[in-house]
T-cell receptor, first 109, second 116 residues
Framework: GQNIDQPTEMTATEGAIVQINCTYQ??????LFWYQQHAGEAPTFLSY??LDGLEEKGRFSSFLSRSKGYSYLLLKELQMKDSASYLC??????????WGAGTKLIIKP | DAMVIQNPRYQVTQFGKPVTLSCSQT?????MYWYQQKSSQAPKLLFH???????NEADTPDNFQSRRPNTSFCFLDIRSPGLGDAAMYLC???????????????FGPGTRLTVL
């Protein structure tokens, strides 16, 4: 079966750095997406990785290791507005997105 | 601005009373998706259209139907809503998955459905 695993909840302090991990087992792989979702709102795109390595975009970076079926999202200089759920999703062999349940990130002052 | 629009944002219906949710897009994307998302859960794909080709997920209940009369619009019909159908319904679009490994999905704001 297809499976995406990520922690249910994490807590971090404003100004700090946090890493959210995602492991996956899917039938085929056509890239991994990270989305941010604030409570009661739709997911918004953060990053896409299809090759191994680190993609950096401002305060956010995403890493992929295809051989390990592993990705992480790194958030630096945390701000209160970063409090949200972060969803990991893998595009499978049919280009359908397989979604994780999301990691709820709580930022404390 | 190009976008995905969903109406209404909040919908209340009674148990068993049919309801239709709508989605429109100005992105001119070929693919449109309907997801159901319950609190603290992953979005669950109900079905998607690739142009006019309809693709139903195997575990989508028969109670859920969809129509796509043209490129811009897509509708979700729930024929007899049950209490378990209360959820956020998300519409999303993407350009064209075939031959491309980069297939970002763009989401509308969602419709939160309450069943009384």
């Amino acid at each position: 079966g297809q499976n995406i695993d990520q922690p249910t909840e994490m807590t971090a302090t404003e100004g700090a750095i946090v890493q959210i991990n995602c492991t996956y087992q899917t039938s085929g792989f056509n890239g991994l997406f990270w989305y941010q979702q604030h409570a009661g709102e739709a997911p918004t795109f953060l990053s896409y990785n299809v090759l191994d390595g680190l993609e950096e975009k401002g305060r956010f970076s995403s890493f992929l290791s295809r051989s390990k079926g592993y990705s992480y999202l790194l958030l630096k200089e945390l701000q209160m507005k970063d409090s949200a759920s972060y969803l990991c999703a893998v595009s499978d062999s049919n280009y359908q997105l397989i979604w994780g349940a999301g990691t709820k990130l709580i930022i404390k002052p | 601005d190009a976008m995905v629009i969903q109406n209404p944002r909040y919908q209340v219906t009674q148990f068993g009373k049919p309801v239709t949710l709508s989605c429109s897009q100005t992105l001119n994307h070929n693919v449109m998706y309907w997801y159901q998302q319950k609190s603290s859960q992953a979005p669950k794909l109900l079905f998607h259209y690739y142009d006019k080709d309809f693709n139903n997920e195997a575990d989508t209940p028969d109670n859920f139907q969809s129509r796509r009369p043209n490129t811009s619009f897509c509708f979700l019909d729930i024929r007899s809503p049950g209490l378990g159908d209360a959820a956020m319904y998300l519409c999303a679009t993407s350009r064209d998955p075939s031959g491309s490994s980069y297939n970002e999905q763009f989401f509308g704001p969602g419709t939160r459905l309450t069943v009384l």
